[in-house]
């Protein structure tokens, strides 16, 4: 069975730094796109960037780009989203998704939500 | 950028009824390999987004046939044959055709 299992929720400070993770069992965690996903509250969904285990191959959102940070350690399996100095607007349920081929996204981590607050 | 539209916003429905939502790009989502990548899921209230319905019209593993989707090029459109309780919540057209990938602004389906 696919599973993407994301980290637990986080409280931070504004200026702080945050890495989540995203960890994937059940299929081949380098043939895959990880995909990451910003809800903030009461709203839509935001397309925020994706990457390619396999080689490390990174897209972003322009609306992103510069703002935070994916990565992925294939060793284990494990895809992250991470800010050098978080904001109140940060503030958000973060998802991450698994992209199969050039097409949809068909399995979803439950989420993280990450609270920015002084 | 392409930009996603949908309508409506909000479509309070009757159980047992239809529903439709359309959504609109604004450049043409054919691929060059000649595919549509467009995707429809839904989000259930507390819940992370599901896949529903990929390339246009694909129903994905589990999902129930009173939902089907159309279109092409720049329209498309989800369809509910026959609105169930379970249905209640806010549904997402996506594009993967280009990067970015891009969402709707979403449709909330409630029941009247």
């Known amino acids: 069975e696919v599973q993407l299992v994301q980290s637990g929720a986080e409280v931070k400070k504004p200026g702080e730094s945050l890495k989540i993770s995203c960890k994937g069992s059940g299929y081949s965690f380098t043939s895959y796109w990880i995909g990451w996903v910003r809800q903030m509250p009461g709203k839509g969904l935001e397309w925020m960037g994706i990457i390619y285990p396999g080689d490390s191959d990174t897209r972003y959102s322009p609306s992103f780009q510069g703002q935070v940070t994916i990565s992925a350690d294939k060793s284990i399996s494990t895809a992250y989203l991470q800010w050098s100095s978080l904001k109140a607007s940060d503030t958000a349920m973060y998802y991450c998704a698994r992209r199969v081929r050039k097409d949809y996204y068909d399995s979803w981590g439950q989420g993280t939500l990450v609270t920015v607050s002084s | 950028d392409i930009v996603m539209t949908q309508t409506p916003l909000s479509s309070p429905v009757t159980l047992g009824q239809p529903a439709s939502i359309s959504c609109r790009s604004s450049?043409?989502?054919?691929?060059?390999?000649?595919?549509?990548?467009l995707s429809w899921l839904q989000q259930r209230p507390g819940q992370p987004p599901r896949l529903l319905i990929y390339?246009?019209?694909n129903r994905f593993s589990g999902v129930p046939d009173r939902f089907s989707g159309s279109g092409a090029g720049t329209d498309f459109t989800l369809k509910i044959s026959r609105v169930e309780a379970e249905d209640v919540g806010v549904y997402y057209c996506?594009?993967?055709?280009?990067?970015?990938?891009?969402f709707g602004p979403g449709t909330k389906v409630d029941i009247k």
């Open positions: 450049q043409s989502l054919v691929h060059s390999d000649g595919n549509t990548y």
């Open positions: 996506m594009q993967a055709t280009q990067f970015p990938h891009i």
């Open positions: 390339k246009i019209s």
